[in-house]
């Protein structure tokens, strides 16, 4: 094969690779402004994250194009076949991500017409900051092919829930002293589970990165707390 078609093949997959990082920094963005719009009950913020989230949607349309354009055209076996598999799958989970990030937006703009529920928001902020670390850890690991870094993600699977399952019972008890907290509460719950969601996606990512690097796929379940879930 002509050096210069390697070449040009390289390109491609790193450029989908590439594509996929950005797509990456634009669904941090989202999640980070997403948990900073009901921390800081910031109605302009929470709307902005609402309209962003088709340009997710595009990125994520445009790779998955190109991803299979280019497995039409070049046919790639074995290590290129997974890293172009890897890319689409990789923007699949982190436009789901976004469209949490965008549903946790919607709820804001609800709870912010209640009176503020401050320690319930500052349970919802140190969520979000372990869920958004999580994220730009595995967005590192796949644009680094960094295998220990995607297993130490995948590792902590369990720490997401077990902060979901103790905002939860701290919703019940909020709810049950204080009808009037219900609508509030019941939004609030929604958001924490989008958070848990946003983790489960970057485990998936850390699956990805695994598989990518390996050709394996991951052994064993995920680590679960055997606490309660909703």
Not at 136 to 155: G, N, P, T
Not at 172 to 186: E, N, Q, S
Not at 198 to 213: F, K, L, Q, R, S
Request: with cysteine; net charge negative; glycine share 4%.
């Amino acid at each position: 094969m002509n050096e210069h078609i390697v070449r040009s093949y390289e390109d491609e997959l790193n450029s989908l690779a590439a594509e996929c990082v950005r797509m990456g920094g634009l669904t941090e963005a989202q999640v980070a402004d997403a948990v900073s719009g009901v921390v800081k009950r910031n109605q302009e913020l929470a709307a902005s994250v609402v309209v962003r989230d088709d340009k997710l949607d595009e990125a994520e349309r445009d790779i998955e194009r190109k991803t299979i354009r280019l497995i039409a055209l070049r046919q790639p076996v074995a290590d290129d076949l997974r890293r172009a598999v890897a890319a689409m799958k990789v923007a699949n989970n982190l436009e789901r991500c976004g469209d949490l990030a965008k549903n946790i937006a919607k709820r804001t703009l609800v709870i912010i017409e209640s009176d503020p529920l401050t320690p319930l928001t500052r349970s919802i902020e140190r969520m979000g900051k372990l869920v958004l670390g999580r994220l730009s850890s595995v967005i590192d690991a796949y644009s680094r092919s960094d295998l220990e870094r995607a297993l130490a993600v995948w590792s902590q699977d369990d720490e997401v829930d077990e902060h979901y399952n103790s905002l939860f019972r701290e919703l019940l008890t909020y709810m049950m002293g204080d009808p009037r907290t219900i609508t509030a509460c019941a939004h609030m719950l929604f958001v924490a589970k989008n958070l848990e969601r946003i983790g489960d996606h970057a485990t998936n990512i850390a699956e990805i990165v695994h598989y990518e690097i390996t050709g394996a796929e991951m052994i064993g379940g995920r680590p679960k707390t055997d606490a309660l879930k909703a």
